[in-house]
């Protein structure tokens, strides 16, 4: 994301001379900021998979159809995308402090209007406008936390308050089937509204204010060319599952207007001198490398993440309890194979890692294909954990093996495009995923063919993720000739982007 390049530039620095180097202790109040800054970005890091488990309700109470309620997922994660970019600008401008709390406050507003919600339609607009104060939250408390804990103290801090960051993948699913059983569907967006009124008035109290400072004109003209292409494209694939063919104009129609977009604005920010994204990164194999290795990711597991919850409820009648119990293994094999990634990429590269992760999750995906309507849960927990270590182990190292070659100043541009593209693979994947268990229930008759359509929609998941497999390849190729060309110069060159996956892992989020 943009902010990185001014946490890599403003945090990390050698202390001089008239600068002493800051003490080992992590003063309390370095806690007390970073716990108010967590506690915004905690929310918006569960509604991303609290929602998962309620589809299924939502698609009954409202009425409506799987290819209509998926865009509940779908456009949040949209939105998330398009504000990615903004995040860095607008805390320069308008200062870290502000912007949290602006972002909060439309998170905050966003959900109270989706508890509100009384159609599908009104609650998939509520989705964007909670998803575009969402998508500021995370990088904006990043950027406090840096600020405040200084260099010598950001890792220790990052490891602390990254422990609900890793456990949230786990803790959504059950959290939400629980508030769902007890409550109703409603409350797992009233509870943002509960936190909130807590968060906010801590973070007008306590986070630290920053005034803004003039900086570059933000990029309105390309925001809006690949916002509204990105939406087209996903909402033209979206419609093959309501019109059960990709042949119909309302299909091909949104779509090619949505190509057209995006390369208008590819062609604009070419040519522009300060685009929303630098796309001349792509002339760089490695980078074009990472680049497909998010996206394929990014498709293949947000995409899936839609379809354990609707199996265990739908097929194996399982209440929203169990069924976030059931998805668990998944977060908590993600949750442990984060920090081992982040030990073995340090040791051995993240090109090697990202390749053996990115094989895991698609192998992992394999006994989902084979799906059956009694297929032994202690089986598919076993896979679940084992397609969740895989994903921890794919996307950090990735990014890493990414910039093992860019210069320091190209970091705020490859950031925010890779989780760009992550995001933007998520929402495309969560489509095509849907419509094509859509689809394929269509013309299923019995229990065995509906787990039949489960498993058509998991190969697609396998292939996918199997995508990325030739990219990971060439990363790792780039970042060995990277580290043969420093050891050959007997040092490294200091303009490189010499970055822990600790700091890699922070970026991502």
Same mark, same amino acid.
């Given at each position: 994301m943009i902010w990185y390049h001014r946490f890599m530039t403003t945090t990390i620095s050698e202390p001089t001379a008239a600068q002493p180097a800051p003490s080992d202790h992590i003063p309390r109040h370095v806690w007390v900021i970073s716990g108010v800054a967590m506690l915004g970005a905690v929310m918006s890091i569960l509604d991303t998979t609290i929602v998962n488990v309620a589809l299924a309700t939502l698609g009954k109470d409202l009425h409506s159809s799987l290819a209509q309620i998926q865009w509940v997922i779908t456009g949040y994660m949209l939105s998330l995308a398009a504000v990615i970019p903004v995040t860095g600008w607008a805390s320069r401008r308008f200062g870290a402090k502000r912007v949290f709390l602006t972002s909060l406050t439309l998170f905050t507003l966003g959900s109270l209007l989706c508890g509100l919600a009384t159609s599908d339609t009104e609650l998939i607009l509520f989705r964007v406008l909670q998803g575009l104060g969402g998508g500021m939250i995370m990088p904006i408390a990043q950027i406090i936390m840096a600020e405040v804990a200084g260099p010598k103290r950001m890792g220790r801090v990052m490891g602390l308050v990254a422990v609900p960051m890793m456990l949230a993948p786990t803790l959504g699913p059950l959290l939400g089937g629980t508030i769902i059983q007890t409550l109703d569907w409603h409350w797992i967006f009233y509870v943002n509204v509960v936190v909130a009124a807590f968060a906010i008035p801590l973070a007008i109290r306590l986070l630290p204010g920053h005034r803004g400072e003039r900086t570059d004109t933000l990029d309105f003209l390309g925001l809006a060319l690949m916002s509204v292409g990105l939406v087209a494209i996903t909402y +033209?694939? =979206?419609? *093959?599952?309501?019109?059960?063919?990709?042949?119909?104009?309302?299909?091909?129609?949104?779509? /090619?207007?949505? %190509?057209?977009?995006?390369a208008a604005f590819v062609f604009h920010a070419l040519r522009t001198e300060h685009p929303l994204l630098d796309l001349h990164l792509y002339r760089r194999w490695h980078f074009s490398a990472a680049s497909i290795v998010m996206f394929a990711l990014g498709a293949a597991v947000f995409g899936a993440m839609i379809l354990m919850p609707l199996y265990w409820q739908e097929l194996r009648g399982y209440d929203v309890i169990m069924t976030g119990l059931l998805t668990g293994p998944q977060?908590? +094999?993600? =949750?442990? *194979?984060?920090?081992?990634?982040?030990?073995?990429?340090?040791?051995?590269?993240?090109?090697? /890692?990202?390749? %053996?992760?990115v094989i895991i999750t698609a192998l992992a995906t394999i006994p989902f294909g084979l799906i059956g309507a009694?297929?032994?849960?202690?089986?598919?927990?076993?896979?679940?954990?084992?397609?969740?270590?895989?994903?921890?182990?794919?996307?950090?190292?990735?990014?890493?093996?990414?910039?093992?070659?860019?210069k320091r100043s190209e970091v705020s541009h490859a950031t925010p495009q890779l989780n760009v593209l992550n995001r933007i693979g998520g929402s495309i994947g969560t489509t095509i995923l849907a419509v094509i268990l859509a689809n394929a229930e269509r013309s299923a008759h019995g229990a065995s063919a509906a787990a039949g359509a489960f498993g058509t929609a998991f190969w697609w998941s396998a292939a996918?993720?199997?995508?990325?497999?030739?990219?990971?390849?060439?990363?790792?190729?780039?970042?060995?000739t990277v580290r043969r060309a420093a050891r050959a110069?007997?040092?490294e060159d200091p303009d490189r982007v010499a970055i822990d996956s600790g700091a890699v892992a922070e970026a991502l989020a």
């Open positions: +033209g694939l =979206a419609e *093959a599952g309501t019109y059960d063919t990709f042949t119909s104009a309302h299909v091909w129609v949104p779509v /090619v207007i949505g %190509v057209l977009l995006v977060g908590l +094999g993600m =949750a442990l *194979a984060m920090p081992l990634a982040s030990k073995f990429t340090e040791r051995y590269g993240g090109g090697p /890692v990202a390749l %053996v992760g009694h297929t032994g849960v202690a089986v598919l927990c076993v896979a679940m954990f084992l397609r969740g270590a895989g994903m921890g182990a794919s996307f950090m190292p990735a990014m890493t093996a990414a910039f093992a070659a860019l996918i993720a199997a995508l990325a497999i030739i990219p990971c390849v060439v990363l790792m190729r780039a970042e060995r110069a007997g040092a």
